[in-house]
């Protein structure tokens, strides 16, 4: 299975952008489905994500503008970012723990990446 990515973009300080990504095949199972990113010389780190109970976790630096979602299907992923600010400016990768058939365990899938930038 493929994850699929689109919505990055260049916007101002301030601006919006909504992310989305998507498996490329029905899922047996969805575990947990979030976002990372990774900003040039800096660590991948953890954004935001939701679990299949639909509990979900943020990072400090992103509480209150950022909003992650999932889909009925717990297929696709969404990130709602507002307010952006110039360090929000890095490539933008989801990530998900697929169980594809019965039995067996959760595996970890990762989407090809899209840039996101803000201008001051």
């Known amino acids: 299975v493929q994850l699929q990515a689109s919505g990055g973009g260049l916007v101002q300080a301030g601006g919006s952008l909504r992310l989305s990504c998507s498996a490329s095949?029905?899922?047996?199972?969805?575990?947990?489905m979030g976002w990372y990113r990774q900003a040039p010389g800096k660590e991948r780190e953890l954004v935001a994500s939701?679990?299949?109970?639909?509990?979900?976790t943020y990072a400090d630096s992103v509480k209150g503008r950022f909003a992650i979602s999932i889909n009925s299907a717990k297929t696709s992923v969404y990130l709602q970012m507002d307010n952006l600010k110039p360090e929000d400016t890095a490539v933008y990768y989801c990530?998900?723990?697929?169980?594809?058939?019965?039995?067996?365990?959760?595996?970890?899938?990762w989407g090809q990446g899209t840039q996101v930038t803000v201008s001051s």
């Open positions: 990530n998900a723990e697929f169980a594809l058939v019965p039995a067996n365990p959760y595996d970890v899938y």
């Open positions: 095949r029905s899922i047996f199972s969805t575990n947990v």
């Open positions: 939701i679990t299949r109970y639909g509990i979900t």
